[in-house]
């Protein structure tokens, strides 16, 4: 961590005078602006090149904080919040009158997280101000999941990046919608349904409720996300022999928990948490290699973390979809 108190306060000048700031979290890095300054969370948006139709998280120090933004804080709201708060799970509940409709696409309702990053908390605390925090990335390409990957991604644009060191979770917040009487996860993250069925008492429906027009209910929802410049493929381990067939070894790289002898191969750890740490930082070293084509082989599910397994795979698809 390479931030301290005099960057801290820079960004809280900068957020104040209506300005954008990168800041670290235990999930990704976010593109963070003052959640009731209209004018500064467009800004947010004009950078990412972010579909108005998808909403933003807020980010709070806290349930108290938190009763700031929503109309309505409920008594589950205040349960989840007290397990897994500061941390990566992020609750829809009823916005405020005065919360600006850019930051939730017009819907009337908002999400909200407490991050696990001391920096941030203090941040936040100290600006005493909720803070929209998309990925701090253009819309569509993969999360950044260091300082450095925001400065590459933003080279020559007006964000100051506040470095907290590399993200230690590595894929985004589980979202919770709370509207309902049966609670639905709508992006699966590192908080998984049995954690938030287990602590509320009561099952969990996963899936956002089906919607045939925009806005989109969550964040991450969008069918091509998370994707690498280059083409990406997701295959089976044993497809790699034949496209290296199709096309010569220095036009791919292959994505896997094993090497593969005579092509350039990116490693991640074949633990699940240790996967969705790397998952992002795996993709930009592929990415820097310029290739024709990123094969990303689908990982092997252990008998354990099977939900989390589930919401590594849903990036990876996004991230392998048709492109638009």
Same mark, same amino acid.
């Not at 909403?55 to 919040?81: E, F, K, N, Q, T």
């Not at 990123?294 to 397994?309: H, M, Q, S, T």
């Given at each position: 961590?390479?931030?301290?108190?005099?960057?801290?306060?820079?960004?809280?000048?900068?957020?104040?005078?209506?300005?954008?700031?990168?800041?670290?979290?235990?999930?990704?890095?976010?593109?963070?602006?003052?959640?009731?300054?209209?004018?500064?969370?467009?800004?947010?948006?004009?950078?990412?090149?972010?579909?108005?139709?998808?909403?933003?998280?807020?980010?709070?120090?806290?349930?108290?904080?938190?009763?700031?933004?929503?109309?309505?804080?409920?008594?589950?709201?205040?349960?989840?919040?007290?397990?897994?708060? #500061?941390? !990566?799970?992020? @609750?829809?509940?009823?916005? %405020? &009158?005065?919360? +600006?409709?850019?930051?939730? /696409?017009?819907?009337?309702?908002?999400?909200?997280?407490?991050?696990?990053?001391?920096?941030?908390?203090?941040?936040?605390?100290?600006?005493?101000?909720?803070?929209?925090?998309?990925?701090?990335?253009?819309?569509?390409?993969?999360?950044?999941?260091?300082?450095?990957?925001?400065?590459?991604?933003?080279?020559?644009?007006?964000?100051?990046?506040?470095?907290?060191?590399?993200?230690?979770?590595?894929?985004?917040?589980?979202?919770?919608?709370?509207?309902?009487?049966?609670?639905?996860?709508?992006?699966?993250?590192?908080?998984?349904?049995?954690?938030?069925?287990?602590?509320?008492?009561?099952?969990?429906?996963?899936?956002?409720?089906?919607?045939?027009?925009?806005?989109? #209910?969550? !964040?991450?929802? @969008?069918?091509?996300?998370? %994707? &690498?410049?280059? +083409?990406?493929?997701?295959? /089976?381990?044993?497809?790699?022999?034949?496209?290296?067939?199709?096309?010569?070894?220095?036009?791919?790289?292959?994505?896997?928990?094993?090497?593969?002898?005579?092509?350039?191969?990116?490693?991640?750890?074949?633990?699940?948490?240790?996967?969705?740490?790397?998952?992002?930082?795996?993709?930009?070293?592929?990415?820097?290699?310029?290739?024709?084509?990123?094969?990303?082989?689908?990982?092997?599910?252990?008998?354990?973390?099977?939900?989390?397994?589930?919401?590594?795979?849903?990036?990876?698809?996004?991230?392998?979809?048709?492109?638009?």
């Amino acid at each position: 961590m390479s931030s301290g108190p005099e960057e801290i306060a820079q960004a809280i000048a900068r957020l104040k005078a209506g300005g954008v700031v990168a800041f670290p979290t235990e999930t990704v890095y976010g593109l963070g602006a003052d959640a009731f300054n209209e004018d500064a969370v467009a800004k947010v948006f004009a950078l990412k090149g972010r579909p108005a139709t998808n909403p933003l998280i807020v980010h709070v120090s806290g349930s108290s904080m938190a009763r700031r933004v929503a109309a309505d804080w409920p008594a589950r709201a205040d349960r989840l919040a007290r397990s897994f708060w #500061p941390g !990566p799970l992020s @609750l829809v509940v009823p916005k %405020a &009158p005065d919360l +600006p409709s850019i930051v939730t /696409a017009g819907l009337p309702a908002v999400a909200l997280r407490s991050p696990l990053h001391p920096l941030t908390l203090a941040l936040i605390d100290a600006a005493d101000t909720p803070i929209v925090g998309p990925s701090a990335n253009r819309s569509g390409h993969v999360s950044p999941t260091t300082a450095e990957h925001v400065r590459r991604e933003f080279d020559g644009g007006d964000v100051l990046v506040l470095d907290g060191g590399p993200c230690q979770g590595g894929i985004e917040s589980t979202v919770v919608s709370l509207l309902s009487p049966t609670p639905r996860v709508l992006r699966l993250g590192l908080v998984t349904p049995e954690q938030i069925a287990h602590c509320l008492g009561r099952i969990v429906d996963i899936g956002p409720a089906p919607a045939d027009e925009a806005p989109v #209910p969550s !964040p991450g929802q @969008l069918p091509t996300h998370y %994707a &690498p410049h280059a +083409p990406a493929r997701l295959v /089976a381990r044993e497809a790699v022999p034949a496209l290296l067939a199709e096309r010569s070894a220095d036009a791919i790289v292959v994505v896997d928990t094993r090497s593969h002898p005579g092509v350039r191969t990116v490693v991640l750890p074949a633990e699940a948490r240790e996967y969705a740490a790397g998952l992002y930082a795996a993709l930009r070293r592929a990415d820097d290699m310029n290739p024709g084509l990123i094969a990303i082989v689908a990982p092997e599910r252990k008998n354990r973390d099977g939900a989390l397994w589930d919401a590594i795979v849903d990036r990876l698809a996004r991230a392998t979809a048709p492109r638009p």
